[in-house]
């Protein structure tokens, strides 16, 4: 599936560089040619003559190779591939890219370079979350780059979080999409899934009956027409698509903040069943049953995701795409929310407890937009997803004509 496709792999210096190995020899059975580039830290963990048996070719590390200079061969080596990837890609790495620094051959050929660039992070837990690196991340996805990963896991250094290097299926599934012809290829879109839950004490929370299935078919539909998703989930019960950037939250306020931070976007699809309202006078620890007196909890109003994005005044994905859950009048209050909520199109459904829709492996949905209503017939959520997939990519080819 990859033959005839040049792909220049950039080692970056971490204790996940025994990866890269695997992920040559799964490239190159894929019929992909592999030009390696590894860094001094990378060599440390792998060897040079490790990476270049596996790909057959040499292994590039010195800037200054005057042989190879004499020729500008930093500046070859940048133009000639199809796609770049860089895994793993440490903090250090995506520092320098954001910054556009250039102190040695990987970082120049970053810099230098024209094609496509995917990144596959893997780091420390902490390194991950610090302000810093989410800082160079927004960057470099604002510059374009593809972002595979990081998944949550065990770590080298005994920790356990986000910073753990995507699986080496998932980062081909991410190669294979990245050079595809897919209609949404190049294009980024933000996918809300699954409930909320709003704490009401530590062990206690506010939640609804959403499974998060509708949500997770939409991402691997929009994946696999080649589209860079970021998938926002809430505390859903259905496994997490492999191939897009998978992001955890618990509360409506964590989703919100998850979805700023991932825009711009060309599209957001916005299919998560978030809380209307939080407890904002939450126990820090748990409350008691005392006989005989009832908490009283006071409510706060949940930030409208939907609404906000909508009427974002910069940086409003071209499309957006909001869901309505309703139990009666369908049509005539998902039209209402439309207008309300300032998003081009609302994706309504009837979840009355007898369509067994909420939770449920199938699905009927209203589409709403500009022209009316468009009723579907009821299918499978995937066939929903696929469906509905395949109308974004048309609605972002017409608008960018």
């Not at 102190?103 to 496509?116: I, K, V, Y």
């Not at 596959?120 to 780059?145: C, E, K, S, Y």
């Not at 909420?358 to 009821?378: F, H, K, Q, Y």
């Amino acid at each position: 599936m990859l033959t005839g496709k040049r792909i220049l792999l950039i080692v970056g210096g971490g204790i996940a560089a025994y990866k890269s190995l695997e992920l040559i020899r799964r490239l190159r059975e894929r019929g992909a040619a592999i030009t390696p580039v590894m860094t001094a830290a990378a060599a440390q963990f792998v060897t040079p003559l490790s990476v270049s048996a596996l790909a057959g070719e040499t292994v590039h590390g010195d800037l200054f190779d005057l042989t190879a200079e004499a020729e500008m061969g930093h500046i070859q080596l940048s133009r000639v591939a199809d796609l770049v990837v860089v895994c793993p890609a440490t903090a250090d790495l995506m520092a320098k890219m954001a910054q556009g620094l250039a102190g040695d051959l990987a970082s120049t050929l970053l810099l230098a370079t024209d094609t496509p660039v995917m990144i596959v992070p893997a780091m420390n837990v902490r390194m991950w979350d610090h302000p810093a690196t989410q800082r160079n991340l927004a960057t470099l996805r604002g510059d374009g780059v593809t972002v595979v990963g990081p998944d949550n896991g065990d770590m080298a250094c005994g920790e356990y979080g986000p910073g753990r290097l995507a699986e080496v299926p998932q980062i081909i599934d991410a190669v294979q999409r990245a050079l595809s012809d897919g209609p949404l290829t190049g294009k980024r879109v933000v996918v809300t899934s699954g409930p909320t839950h709003e704490p009401i004490d530590p062990v206690r929370y506010i939640a609804n009956r959403s499974s998060g299935a509708q949500g997770t078919a939409i991402a691997q539909a929009l994946r696999d027409l080649g589209a860079e998703v970021v998938f926002v989930t809430g505390p859903a019960d259905v496994t997490r698509p492999t191939g897009v950037e998978v992001i955890e939250v618990q509360s409506a306020v964590q989703m919100r903040a998850a979805v700023m931070a991932a825009l711009p976007a060309d599209a957001g699809v916005f299919a998560a069943a978030v809380a209307d309202w939080r407890v904002e006078n939450a126990g820090g620890s748990k409350i008691k049953k005392v006989a005989g007196q009832m908490p009283t909890f006071r409510f706060a109003e949940n930030p409208d995701i939907l609404a906000e994005v909508s009427k974002l005044p910069e940086g409003r994905p071209r499309l957006v795409v909001g869901f309505a859950a309703e139990t009666d009048d369908v049509v005539a209050h998902a039209t209402a929310k439309r207008l309300r909520k300032g998003c081009d199109w609302i994706v309504a459904n009837d979840v009355s407890p007898a369509t067994g829709i909420m939770g449920g492996t199938e699905n009927a949905v209203v589409l709403i937009s500009d022209s009316g209503a468009e009723a579907w017939p009821r299918m499978g959520k995937r066939e929903v997803a696929g469906q509905l997939a395949r109308r974004i990519a048309a609605a972002l080819d017409e608008s960018a004509g």
